[in-house]
């Protein structure tokens, strides 16, 4: 029994940033190489970025991308890597009409996974299974391939896969028994939970292939996906054995153990044949990465995905507005995290309805965070408004949300800073922002976040803070008052909507789980609740639609997981 060192490599690159992408991915085969890996995994699609989305129907993209992979090849091999056994994803295309499949005629490009060695490109292998749910439309562009892999090197042999391929239950896996390893390359959204439902299913393809499974997967955010990492290597037996960091890029060693098999096993199969690097003299240490809580986890892929948003289009900070509440807290307390206190500019824009405890919270919460602050009073703003246009009632209320928005996007505009919205996702649901007031902004952090995770986020983190001897960064005042968006005297939230623990339900319930009105009454919701909670979630569609993007953290996110018509006269069953 011999062992074979992988390396999986758990990269953030750049969507289109080949250069930088091709350096990260050189530099990694260089550390993995000194650390003896033979073979070096990196994720799907880690030469482009994830996902492409329409540049895969783009011919110039596609040839540029072969161009870089094959300069990758050579880059190696000057190196002096080019023994070294790397796999890296990327599209290969553009093909010609007659390769297309008829229920997607515009796909002209392949989801593979390159085998590079000796300064070349050895072994392509084509995704099978294309996803076409929630935030994929792979279907749509690319043509799905048909064809097993496994690369043969000397005695050893190493299945490959592609992310969507692992989740099918059958697909290229059934011609992979009797491999020494299943590599699988990911390019797997983070949502809750997701990292528990990979390790299931790994675990439940290891029995069923009777091999050890490599599964790498990519870090970072890109729009509003954002990418957890959490590689891991499960033998055998459904062991794992070892894994890598949540949200940080990382280089995670295993050493499998091999047999000394022949190498004929696999007749159905496209054997590559690759050679086999010098083994490593000495084992490599074992790491197993500590499992974040989910609270832990949920800050993580909401800090991630927003100092990615904002670093990859090169903002130089972000800007947002101060309220005193804790939506507004949540927002700035993630951003010193996700960018320093330096790059973070807090806006007070009180009017005649702030009160003063709110003003005394706003004040707090910056000192905590130590992060930039400025004050523009909208108080005389509003009166020559209200008196031209003869503004009352809700028109006047929105006014001043809209007057906020134009101070935030003219600072913007000014000093280059990204605002960040604020709004929460039971707001966002049943349409409780003023669309170019408080919706105003470039990206919105807890877009997918419900008000009851809110105030959970910030008890967890000024526990964390507590419990390292910093000091908790969201003032305790914020997070036990009522909500307010304080737009006329007295005004609570639940003024004009139920506890937010029934509503937050109702939305999860209703949108998330797509159940209908009775089953939402059955889990214990009163009819009259039900029904204008479900009138006012599709009455908004029109707003969702000019939302911010912002990161995504549960199955089904407002924004391409959920595309409903806005002209839309849908009745529901009673």
Known sequence: MTAFRVCLAQINPILGDFSGNTKMIADAVQESARNGAQLIAFPEMALTGYPIEDLATDPDFLATTRRELEGLASRLETAGLGDRIVVVGFPAGPFPADRRPPASPTAIAENRAAVLQHGRVVGEYTKHHLPNYAVFDEFRNFVPGDDPVVLQAGPLSVGLMICEDLWRPAGPLDHLSGCDLVLVINASPYATGKVQDRLELIRSRVHEVGAPIAYVNLVGGQDDLVFDGASMFVDATGEVQSRASSFQTELLFVDVPTGQQASDRHPAARVVTVDLPAAPATPCDRR?????????????????????????????????????????????????????????????????????????????????????????????????????????????????????????????????????????????????????????????????????????????????????????????HVIVKPPSAELRPDQTDQDSLPPYTELDDIIHRYVELREGPDDIIAAGHSLKTVSRIIALIDRAEWKRRQAAPGTRITELAFGRDRRIPITNRRPHAR
């Not at 800007?319 to 993630?334: K, P, W, Y």
């Not at 809700?394 to 003219?410: C, D, F, K, P, T």
């Not at 919105?444 to 960064?473: F, H, M, S, Y």
């Open 288 to 476: 197993m990465a500590p499992s974040p809580s989910p609270l832990e986890e949920t800050w993580m892929a909401l800090v991630t995905g927003l100092r990615d948003y904002v670093k990859k289009n090169g903002f130089p900070g972000v800007v947002l507005g101060l309220s005193g509440g804790i939506d507004s807290s949540l927002v700035a307390s993630l951003a010193v995290d996700a960018l320093g206190p330096d790059r973070v500019w807090g806006v007070l824009m009180p009017s005649r309805y702030s009160s003063d405890h709110s003003l005394d919270d706003a004040h707090d919460l910056v000192t905590r965070l130590g992060i930039h602050s400025r004050t523009e009073p909208i108080t005389d703003l509003v009166p020559p408004f209200e008196h031209q246009l003869h503004l009352d009632g809700v028109a006047a209320e929105n006014l001043q949300a809209r007057l906020r928005g134009v101070i935030l996007m003219a600072i913007s505009n000014s000093e280059g800073q990204l605002v960040l919205t604020t709004g929460n996702k039971s707001e966002l649901a049943v349409g409780y922002s003023t669309i170019y007031g408080d919706a105003v902004g470039g990206f919105n952090p807890i877009k997918d976040v419900v008000k009851t995770l809110v105030w959970d986020l910030c008890r967890w983190r000024n526990a964390r803070a507590t419990e390292t001897g910093q000091t908790p960064p969201i003032p305790e």
